[in-house]
């Protein structure tokens, strides 16, 4: 079993800078591919980037590439996502997830994560 918890949401101006973290519980946190989502309310959650167990691999959505980069430290428990150049449409909860130790690549659908966060708000001003 893996519980996750995001932390770093908050509130930042347009083209400002935030760093997600999601600190994981459990032994299986190493072997696993992790990624990051996100919603708007009154639509679906979309995936925004993800990163195999080692963190030799990584994939970014198209919305979000070159302002994102995804990270892990598993002497830490942790994945992370620095968000740069902040947009409006940018805004959203953001998700951290985790698929159990069975993929050696990155994951990016979300039917296959195992585990999922409550989530951190990220709200930008234009």
């Known amino acids: 079993q893996v519980q996750l918890g995001e932390s770093g949401g908050g509130l930042v101006q347009a083209v400002g800078s935030l760093r997600l973290s999601c600190a994981a519980s459990g032994r299986t946190f190493s072997s696993s591919a992790s990624g990051w989502f996100r919603q708007v309310p009154g639509k679906e959650r979309d995936f925004v980037a993800a990163?195999?167990?080692?963190?030799?691999?990584?994939y970014y959505a198209d919305s979000v590439k070159s302002r994102v980069t995804i990270s892990r430290d598993n002497a830490k428990n942790t994945v992370y996502l620095q968000m740069n150049r902040l947009k409006p449409e940018d805004a959203a909860v953001y998700y951290c997830a985790v698929a159990r130790g069975k993929y050696s690549d990155y994951v990016s659908e979300g039917y296959r994560y195992d585990y999922w966060g409550q989530g951190t708000q990220v709200t930008v001003s234009s």
């Open positions: 990163i195999n167990w080692n963190g030799s691999s990584t």
